[in-house]
């Protein structure tokens, strides 16, 4: 039986109005950049939801899986588009449920200002009935094997028997722009992804010590970011280099204030990054006191290093393995594990301290010239977009 029409439902609550016009178009177009060289030949929007439509050369259950990792999707169903006609929607469904075997099951149908003058529950009724009699099934309302679902809005239809799950939350952009800090580490990545689930527009920031490490660090942020792009769909990678204002740091600071001053440096370079695109926040990994460095006093004399913009910690109240379960859920773990040389770790005091406070780390910096420091790092910035899919699969693939 050939599937040729994929409907996308959203969680509709707190939308109202313009509001969601906004949420409606964002979810439209995010969804069209994720089903890029499936070939789709319509995608609609109404009746609280989004309908996609497929001609016969199109890989429809492709796309119902990348449809599935847009972040704002609550499920998505894949099945064949029907008119508002009863007899019609009988075939098909019938057609559809005997496509694998079942013992158990249900029929729900769901009307949306249909043209079809009949009740939901009136055809639930006669299509089940039609089940039980040519396909032998048993009606189960509440654990069915199966469930065939009929959707029924304006004009128009679905009847689907597949029905995958979405990641929730809202459409990447909705909520503006941020920064995201990302290390080669397993929870930076985390932090970035729950964001964007939340709507935020994520630009990838990694700070790498080159000339002074290798480039491991870069391949893994990278690769990190291409995980992360299945979900974000379209990134910007900003690698930043470190190395030169760590030798200054090095040369002229304390050393047991190494680390929390690079990590201020990390801020002051981003705050000012952060004003030329644009962006409202910066986000980063920090979990409240999971290594030594986030303590609350370290964080707040992070924090204090600039005041222009925000900076969010969507992990600072979770366990370790909480924030690792995620990581092998998104995909980024495996990743993560692998080892790198990490920036921070260059030149590390052998006792670093875990509760500097603002004054002492301002004092450790009064023989460095941060504003210089901040754009020598930025004049350095290399800047990739990571797309996906890949741009070269959407340009060969048919369809767009
Ligand atoms: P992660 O697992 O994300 O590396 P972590 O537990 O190792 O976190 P830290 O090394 O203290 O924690 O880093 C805290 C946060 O600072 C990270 O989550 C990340 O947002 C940011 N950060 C650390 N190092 C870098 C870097 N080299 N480039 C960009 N951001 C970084
Ligand atoms: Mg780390």
Known sequence: MQLDALVVHYHEIGLKGRNRNFFENVLTRNLKRALRGTGYKRVRQGFGRVMIDFGPDALPEEAAQRAARVFGVAYVGLGVRVPPELETIAQVGLELMGTAPFETFAVRARRTYSTLPVTSNAINIEIGQRIVDQLDGKVDLSAPDATLTIELFGSTGIVFRERSRGPGGLPVGVSGRMLALLSG?????????????????????????????????????????????????????????????????????????????????????????????DAKAIVTGDALGQVASQTIENITTVDAAQDDTPVLRPLIGMDKQEIVDLAKEIGTYEISTRPYQ???????????????????????????????????????????????????????????
């Open 342 to 400: 990490d920036c921070c770790v260059l030149f590390e005091p052998r006792s670093p301290a875990t509760r500097a406070n603002a004054h002492i780390a301002e004092a450790g910096e009064s023989d460095l010239d941060m504003d210089a420091l901040v754009g020598k790092a930025l004049a350095g910035i290399e800047t990739t977009i990571l797309e996906h899919p890949p741009a070269e699969y959407h340009r060969t693939s048919a369809g767009r």
């Open 185 to 277: 580490g397993i929870d930076s990545p985390v932090a970035a992804w729950r964001m964007a689930r939340r709507g935020a527009e994520i630009e990838l920031v990694h700070f790498h010590g080159r000339p002074f490490t290798d480039p491991s660090s870069i391949r893994q942020a990278t690769e990190l970011a291409e995980v992360f792009t299945r979900y974000h769909l379209r990134t910007s990678l900003h690698l930043i280099p470190l190395g030169d204002v760590q030798r200054e740091i090095v040369t002229h600071a304390p050393s047991e204030l190494r680390v929390v001053l690079y990590r201020r440096a990390m801020m002051r370079i981003s705050a000012e990054l952060a004003r030329q695109r």
